[in-house]
């Protein structure tokens, strides 16, 4: 089992910053790859952005150059720095967890979530 907490969320103007944080407990050494996806009001939920065990990244188009994404595996933490908000990156960010269960099948974890709210 593994239970993540979310952290950083706000209220920030357009071309502001936010800094999100993640941090899992439990059986983080299962974990494997991390990340964060956001759900904004009457869409579907989308990957923002993903991190390996080894700290290879990938990113949504939408945010590529304005979004990085880090992890402390000592700490069993995963970041997200926004940069450049825009008013159209508000939504709902929540952290996810993958734990292999064989070696087709992975389990996902997530958190409960965190509001960022861009103002324009």
């Known amino acids: 089992q593994v239970q993540l907490v979310e952290s950083g969320g706000g209220l920030v103007q357009a071309g502001g910053s936010l800094r999100l944080s993640c941090r899992a407990s439990?059986?983080?050494?299962?974990?494997?790859?991390m990340g964060w996806y956001r759900q904004a009001p009457g869409k579907q939920r989308e990957l923002v952005a993903t991190?390996?065990?080894?700290?290879?990244?990938n990113y949504a188009d939408a945010v590529k150059g304005r979004f990085a994404i880090s992890r402390d595996n000592a700490k069993s933490t995963v970041y997200l720095q926004m940069d450049n908000l825009r008013p159209e990156d508000t939504a709902v960010y929540s952290c996810?967890?993958?734990?292999?269960?064989?070696?087709?099948?992975?389990?996902?974890?997530w958190g409960q979530g965190t509001q960022v709210t861009v103002s324009s």
């Open positions: 996810n967890a993958k734990v292999p269960v064989t070696v087709w099948r992975v389990y996902d974890y």
């Open positions: 439990g059986s983080t050494l299962d974990i494997d790859a």
């Open positions: 991190i390996s065990r080894r700290g290879s990244t």
